[in-house]
């Protein structure tokens, strides 16, 4: 292949930064059985988790997206005890990119959209139901999905006070 890794960041989040790569790109140094990466950050504000808009990831123990969804995730059952566990960092955020080895990424061009992706509109549960694995790396550095016009002035205002 031409390229090691093909990284894909999506056109909802503009406010990416050179930092966030980093972790994503040496998470295919650090596992060479790693087909798909991407990111996560904690949630720690009830808004974002209830947000449809703000996709969410359930990790397993290597580090592996279990599931994705728009809905929160885990359901945390007793709801006196959510402040703390959005404190603890409970809650992962799915950050707007991936990065593909080559020959994976062509399998996931052909593949055809799946029931789970259906009913989320999020393509990585296509890679999931087609027995793939997407691992995840761990940021600090949050960001702003540009999926209303709220978001919009939001990535603007941030975007000028970068600039100022």
Known sequence: EQWDLVINIQGDEPLIEREQLEPLI??????????????????????????????KVVLGQQGQGLYFSRSPIPFFRDRAGLPQALAAGLYQKHVGLYAFRPPILKQTAHLAISSLERAESLEQLRW????????????DHTTIGVDTPEDLERAAQLIKEKRS
Request: proline letters at 5%; a negative charge.
């Open 128 to 139: 999931l139901e087609a027995g793939m694995r997407i691992f995840i790396a761990q940021t």
């Open 26 to 55: 040496q998470l295919f140094h650090d596992n060479p059985e790693a087909q798909i990466g991407t990111l996560c950050t904690p949630i720690h504000d009830l808004r974002e988790l209830e947000s449809s808009n703000v996709v």
